[in-house]
């Protein structure tokens, strides 16, 4: 199990430094507090001078052991350790959390079984043309939408004077009822970290231990391959596993084939380290539109993306910019002191954008932003987004769903009606 573990220790920095560069290559305007800084723009990245180097409002509350706000580096590498896994966890080990899931695989994925990682999957193997078999026989219409170019908004003229019939969020901030954005009770959070698990994912979850918090991890398929006891650790203590692709592209670029295959690879992965498969997702940069949204619901798979309440008062942190050196912890607390003053002044709870793939990210998140949330009055209800949609951790999973209260996305189309209503809203009305 430690020899397995290896890699993981070993590798992080590059690998971390791999997929910091894919996101800062493809992420350039993160200059403002009130932009949503998942929608990509062209243009350079500002200079970090261009931050505030104190925070505009008083700390309520830290953690005591909090990394010092002047030492979080904007655009370097951290130097603090990182922490081992508090428990590794034998195959057949069960939960409480979901009492009806199977206890964990025998054995840990191995790699070899499994695509290479940080790239698109091939669409030709045996797997994946089994899955484009199923999403052919599912009974869900795909719409005929062209696929994005990359550079999202600024390279993208005729989609983006598609982007409301297709309802593309990139460029617009346009959602479905079929996706969940919120929570629906005021001050309930629910909580989530992307784009792990990573090397910091421990110092994550034992301050999670400490203060008895739990969240949704939103998992990338090339992360879990590298650090499947993690994900067994998140899952075992009660959080919430989704998906987040295999490889963390804007998912609008991909043929229908290739969004099958990082959206299956991902929830095969995951299947394979818990033994329960997941059916929340969420698209990589929020980037969504009609055509891979109902390929994900022909996956069995929800979207996730978070709170949006105007094109300028978006629930993102922007944490992941600290590291990428376009922003820094300063500017992601102001960030932060506003979404919660928003969330003060609107009738449903929220979701916010947060990361477990960062040193900074996790030391903002442990340091500051969840000890701020714990001290907020009135009181957040912080929960895995499951649990603020009212229903149990097992709805999270298509083996251990409540089949007679929670419908899943499959049956949702078999039975009719709610996913006609979205087919007319996207529209199209046609429906084999
Ligand atoms: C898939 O395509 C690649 C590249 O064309 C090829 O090398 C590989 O052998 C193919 N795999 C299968 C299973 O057909
Ligand atoms: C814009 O789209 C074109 C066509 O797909 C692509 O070749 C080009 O690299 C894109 N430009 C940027 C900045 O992403
Ligand atoms: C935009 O919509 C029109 C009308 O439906 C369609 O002909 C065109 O191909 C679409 N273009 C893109 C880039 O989606
Ligand atoms: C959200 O916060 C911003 C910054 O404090 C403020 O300007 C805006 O009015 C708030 N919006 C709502 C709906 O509370
Ligand atoms: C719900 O239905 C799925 C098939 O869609 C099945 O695999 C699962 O076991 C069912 N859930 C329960 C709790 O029976």
Redesign the pocket.
């Known amino acids: 199990m430690k020899s397995r573990f290896l890699p993981a220790v070993l590798l992080p920095a590059l690998v971390d430094a791999r997929d910091a560069a894919a996101h800062y290559a493809r992420q350039a305007t993160t200059s403002a507090a009130a932009t949503n800084t998942e929608v990509i723009g062209s243009g350079t990245a500002a200079a970090s001078s261009a931050f505030p180097t104190t925070l505009t409002f008083s700390l309520a509350s830290e953690n005591p052991t909090a990394i010092p706000l002047s030492e979080i580096n904007t655009g370097t590498a951290q130097t603090q350790s990182t922490i081992a896994l508090s428990t590794y966890y034998a195959g057949g080990a069960t939960q409480t959390y979901v009492p009806?899931a199977p206890g964990l695989p025998s054995a840990l994925p191995a790699p070899s079984n499994y695509p290479a990682l940080d790239v698109t999957p091939p669409t030709n193997s045996t797997e994946v043309q089994q899955w484009i078999q199923d999403v052919m026989n599912s009974g869900v219409d795909i719409p005929d939408i062209p696929v994005t170019n990359p550079g999202a908004c600024s390279n993208n003229t005729a989609a983006v004077a598609n982007a409301t019939q297709n309802c593309w969020w990139t460029c617009g901030g346009c959602t479905r009822d079929t996706d969940i954005t919120t929570c629906p009770t005021k001050d309930s959070w629910g909580v989530s970290y992307d784009d792990g698990p990573s090397p910091y994912t421990p110092n994550l979850l034992q301050y999670f231990a400490q203060q008895d918090l739990r969240a949704t991890f939103f998992t990338i398929g090339s992360r879990l391959l590298e650090r499947p006891a993690m994900l067994q650790d998140e899952f075992m203590t009660g959080n919430q596993i989704a998906v987040h692709t295999w490889s963390h592209p804007y998912m609008t670029t991909k043929t229908n084939e290739e969004v099958i295959a990082e959206l299956g690879w991902t929830k095969k992965l995951i299947k394979d380290t818990i033994g329960v498969t997941p059916v929340y997702w969420r698209p990589p940069y929020g980037d969504i539109d009609d055509r891979v949204r109902a390929i994900s619901t022909a996956m069995n798979l929800i979207p996730i993306i978070w709170t949006r309440i105007s094109a300028t008062q978006t629930f993102d942190t922007n944490d992941w910019s600290i590291p990428g050196g376009t922003t820094n912890v300063y500017q992601v607390l102001d960030n932060w002191e506003m979404i919660m003053g928003n969330s003060t002044q609107i009738d449903t709870g929220f979701i916010v954008l947060e990361h477990d793939l960062f040193e900074q990210t996790v030391d903002v998140a442990t340091g500051y932003i969840l000890p701020q949330a714990l001290a907020h009055q009135p009181k957040y209800n912080m929960t895995p987004i499951i649990e603020c949609l009212d229903m149990p951790l097992a709805n999270g999973y298509?083996?251990?769903?409540?089949?007679a209260s929670h419908t899943?996305p499959l049956g949702t189309v078999r039975g009719g009606d709610p996913y006609r209503l979205f087919l007319v809203c996207g529209r199209r009305v046609e429906h084999g």
């Open positions: 009806n298509l083996e251990t769903n409540d089949n899943l």
